[in-house]
């Protein structure tokens, strides 16, 4: 059984800085793919940034420049370094994994770790 497990999250004041991390239950390694997802309230559940096994990176439109995800295999771990964070940030963070066996994909998800960017 895979687990997830966010970090970080919290309170910051616009124009700051935080660090997500989300902790696997095993070797990362296996995914070919992880990400971070966000949800903010009213709203769907948009794909923030994601990396793949061979370290290609994707960033939605509006938070390019300000965050950087990052894999660790070693520490079996992925990242979400956020700077000049704004009010439109504020969401519940998800992380997300992917692993592909034969044919099949199978989807993991965290908890989830709530970020509010508020003066």
């Known amino acids: 059984q895979v687990q997830l497990v966010e970090s970080g999250g919290g309170l910051v004041q616009p124009g700051g800085s935080l660090r997500l991390s989300c902790a696997a239950s095993?070797?990362?390694?296996?995914?070919?793919?992880m990400g971070w997802y966000r949800q903010a309230p009213g709203k769907q559940r948009e794909l923030v940034a994601s990396t793949t096994r061979g370290s290609s990176t994707y960033y939605v439109d509006s938070v390019k420049g300000r965050f950087t995800i990052s894999r660790d295999n070693a520490k079996n771990t992925v990242s979400l370094q956020m700077s000049s964070l704004k009010p439109d940030d504020t969401a519940v963070y998800y992380c997300?994994?992917?692993?592909?066996?034969?044919?099949?994909?199978?989807?993991?998800w965290g908890q989830g770790t709530q970020v509010t960017v508020s003066s």
């Open positions: 997300e994994a992917i692993e592909t066996v034969g044919a099949l994909n199978y989807e993991y």
């Open positions: 095993g070797s990362i390694f296996r995914f070919n793919a």
